[in-house]
């Protein structure tokens, strides 16, 4: 089953979970005359709100590529996670403001059985219903479904601390459901901002998992020839769509029709292993032929690399007949001045070889 079906398919799955619940809660509460009951019902029916923008953002997500969206739609999904966001914050300021209402104007629960097996079984549901979304949601890469899934979770955990203040009540005669309330509160509107933060940070463009970038550049430098791979830049267009560009090193004696082939084989293996485009490789020569040039390569890497701000050295090339020294550095984000770092190492390559013209490039981690 491909990814678009299974997320649907827990959607609906999700959509008949709350209709039966909220059905079940509604019957419960008028025949009981429950309005606690009966809201917490209506609750459940918004709900089928989160599962029903999961699937519409799937559908949308899901649409091939067009002239105004050459990279297709996935990014849609991290809209869609953004509007559960929404409802998962509405759902944690009313509960904050029904609380703060009970203490001020307090008043003396009146629980049944019928009320706790109600409010214990939504708690068991929606806990299941909540795991299953968000295991769901991991497997396919879907923000959207994991939001969905921490959307149920959040009602389980308001549910259950109605559950657990009608417990005390009971045992104890103290009413602290309002207070409680508040807390719970607290931590929905915090999910639901951490939700919101992270869907806004893909949709602006965030960096990869560090894994997962290791991993591209682990199956592009186990091709023969290629010596290292460098600033690897990959744009997110969705949850399944990658595109990107690299630099390879590889020796200067390579012909560019072996260089050509080699690039084809690399954009085929990462395509069809991690599902990223590389739209563009390019290359570094790396001097093989001259001893003297590798002396030189080392002597400058030492010195480079003894700046603890910088953080890789890569893509030396001396060449002979412009007498230039080209390399490109990266420094650590954490550093305030990149620029003071760079003018150093420039300054220090500069003076050691004053014949060449030194070109260092800083790059992006």
């Known amino acids: 089953m491909n990814r678009d079906k299974i997320i649907i398919r827990t959607s609906i799955i999700g959509i008949a979970a709350n209709v039966l ?37 799937a559908k949308l997500a899901g649409k091939l590529p067009d002239k105004e969206h050459p990279y297709g739609h996935g990014r849609i999904e991290y809209i869609s996670t953004v509007l559960i966001a929404f409802l998962v914050l509405y759902a944690g ?31 068991v549901v929606k806990i299941l219903l909540g795991m299953y979304f968000r295991r769901t949601g991991k497997a396919v890469n879907s923000s959207s479904l994991q939001a969905s899934g921490t959307d ?6 308001i549910s259950f601390s109605t559950f657990a203040a009608a417990i005390f009540f009971m045992v104890s005669g103290l009413n602290i459901e309002a207070w409680l309330g508040t807390v719970i509160s607290a931590i929905i509107i915090k999910s639901g901002i951490n939700m919101l933060r992270e869907s806004f940070s893909a949709i602006i463009g965030q960096s990869p998992e560090s894994s997962f970038a290791d991993e591209v550049r682990s199956t592009i430098e186990a091709f023969e020839g290629v010596q290292g791979a460098y600033d690897l830049v990959l744009h997110n267009y969705g949850p399944q769509t990658y595109i990107g560009s690299v ?37 570094y020569s ?15 890497r030492r010195t480079v690399m003894s700046h603890e701000q910088v953080i890789q050295f890569h893509g030396f090339f001396l060449d002979d007949e412009t007498q230039t020294i080209n390399f490109d550095i990266i420094i650590d ?11 150093v190492i420039c300054s220090e390559i500069q003076e050691k070889y004053p014949d060449y013209a030194v070109k260092v490039t800083l790059d992006l981690n």
């Open 333 to 343: 984000f954490t550093v305030e001045d990149v620029k003071a770092v760079h003018d």
């Open 93 to 123: 300021f009313a509960s904050f403001a029904e609380s703060v209402k009970k203490i001020i104007s307090p008043i003396t629960p009146d629980h049944s059985a019928l009320t706790l097996i109600v409010t214990g079984s939504a708690v």
């Open 286 to 300: 790396m001097n093989t032929t001259n001893d003297r040039k590798s002396e030189i390569y080392s002597d400058i």
């Open 21 to 57: 619940l909220a059905s079940f809660k509604a019957v419960v509460g008028l025949l009981s005359s429950s309005i606690a009951i009966v809201l917490d019902a209506v609750n459940n029916l918004s709900d089928v709100m989160s599962s029903l923008i999961t699937i519409i953002g």
């Open 247 to 283: 630099h390879i090193e590889v020796p200067d004696t390579m012909t560019v029709s072996a260089l050509d082939k080699l690039e084809r084989k690399i954009a085929d293996k990462v395509l069809a292993k991690h599902r990223v485009i590389l739209a563009g490789i390019s290359v």
């Open 152 to 157: 149920a979770l959040m009602d389980s955990i």
